[in-house]
């Protein structure tokens, strides 16, 4: 099992969150998370304490696409990384710079 913490961005946004990426466990299985399908990601927007699968995120722009994009690149990205909506949709250019970073 792995955890990573990112910065969800879009705009007038910015959501941190974690994601854990869960292995194959009986006790997933048993919450209906179905082993050898693909991998199953969860994430948490650390302000407001929901968790959710991506699947949850049938509506809505901002966590939709940061949540797909997090459980299909989840082994390349960096712990830290910017999920940056409007670049992931081609909308700008350039990728946002972590808050943390931006002096």
């Known amino acids: 099992m792995a955890c990573k913490y990112f910065e969800v ?3 007038g946004t ?17 919450a209906g998370f179905r082993p050898g399908v ?5 994430v948490t927007a650390l302000s407001s ?3 959710y699968h991506c699947s949850s995120f049938i509506e ?10 997090i459980g299909a690149n989840f082994g390349d990205l960096q ?20 808050e943390c970073v931006r002096r």
Request: proline share 5%; with cysteine; net charge neutral.
């Open 38 to 42: 693909n991998k199953h990601v969860l």
């Open 79 to 98: 712990c830290g990384s910017v999920i940056d909506v409007e670049f992931i949709l081609g909308e700008t250019k350039e990728p946002k710079v972590a």
């Open 60 to 69: 809505g722009r901002t966590m939709r696409t940061a949540c797909d994009h």
């Open 14 to 30: 910015n959501i941190p969150v974690v994601a854990v990426e869960l292995e194959c466990h009986p006790i997933a299985a048993r």
């Open 49 to 51: 304490l929901k968790t």
């Open 9 to 11: 961005r879009d705009c």
